[in-house]
């Protein structure tokens, strides 16, 4: 038992000496990023963040279990004549720990592949945005609104300033006569072949007024931000009226670029400074 014990600890031993022995090595040579300057958020990165989050915690839960299994094998293998009561024990409490470990671990998969979906959407729209930067739009990404909450995309150009709020849907069995691959848009309802999304129009409304106060706070000129819903990969169908728009990903700009001017240059240089300033916060 002893042997067994010393095996297993010789390797965290040897892992934490070396890790100390590098950090203080980089202390030593003032090691430091060669840019001081903070860098702007690029598309999705706060779920990128929470995606490596999710994913560190469901190897600890892997590692979790894995260790209990061989914990538990250990002292039945070297333990002297254990009687039955302290196998079953033993048996009972690492499989307990094994199943929450396994409960635990699914349900961190299945928010971590939420999670990455949602993060490969709003890259996508990001794409899809790049080309106003050509027509002198400032396209930004990530905008934090609050501690747990963000705007997925800001756009400011000559025809306004536009709030992006992605969601991005798998496609799945159609549950209607609707077509699998279309979403409609109906009073502020996204109705998907599958199921209704009542809160993504409020949540995009809710961001552009945000913004909105934020952008009047700031600068003091009377700002009116556009709400749009993009879903990648769906045919949008709108259906009445509404002041947010639902869109797809493809063509976002085209879109876009249907606004007639309102904002002088002056007034997108002033307002993409502000937003500039909140987005710029993620260390080289």
Not at 5 to 31: C, D, H, Q, Y
Not at 127 to 133: A, G, K, T
Not at 202 to 221: D, H, I, K, M, V
Not at 255 to 274: E, T
Request: glycine residues 8%.
């Amino acid at each position: 038992m002893i042997n067994l014990l010393l095996a297993e600890s010789v390797p965290i031993l040897v892992f934490g000496t070396v890790a100390a022995w590098m950090i203080r090595k980089r202390r030593s040579r003032n090691e430091r990023p060669p840019v001081a300057s903070k860098l702007l958020r690029p598309a999705g990165h706060s779920l990128a963040v929470r995606q490596e989050t999710l994913s560190a915690q469901l190897q600890e839960y892997l590692a979790l279990s894995l260790v209990a299994c061989v914990f538990c094998g250990a002292l039945l293998e070297y333990a002297p004549a254990p009687s039955p009561l302290v196998i079953a024990v033993l048996v009972l409490m690492t499989g307990a720990v094994a199943a929450f470990c396994v409960v635990q671990g699914l349900r961190i998969a299945t928010r971590l592949r939420r999670v990455r979906l949602g993060r490969l959407g709003e890259q996508m729209v990001g794409e899809e945005l790049e080309p106003l930067r050509e027509d002198g739009y400032r396209i930004f990404h990530d905008f934090p609104g609050g501690p747990k909450w963000n705007i997925d995309h800001i756009a400011i150009g000559s025809g306004g300033v536009f709030v992006f709020e992605t969601k991005t849907r798998s496609k799945r069995r159609a549950e209607s006569k609707q077509p699998e691959h279309e979403v409609l848009f109906e009073e502020d309802t996204l109705r998907f072949p599958w199921g209704n999304d009542c809160k993504a129009a409020s949540q995009a409304r809710y961001c552009a007024a945000s913004l909105g106060r934020f952008l009047r706070g700031s600068t003091a000129e009377p700002v009116e931000v556009g709400p749009v819903l993009v879903l990648p990969g769906w045919y949008v169908t709108t259906k009445g009226r509404s002041d947010v728009r639902a869109v797809s990903a493809k063509g976002l700009a085209k879109v876009i670029r249907k606004f007639p001017p309102i904002l002088s240059a002056g007034q997108i240089q002033r307002l993409a400074f502000q937003v500039e300033q909140k987005c710029r916060d993620v260390e080289f």
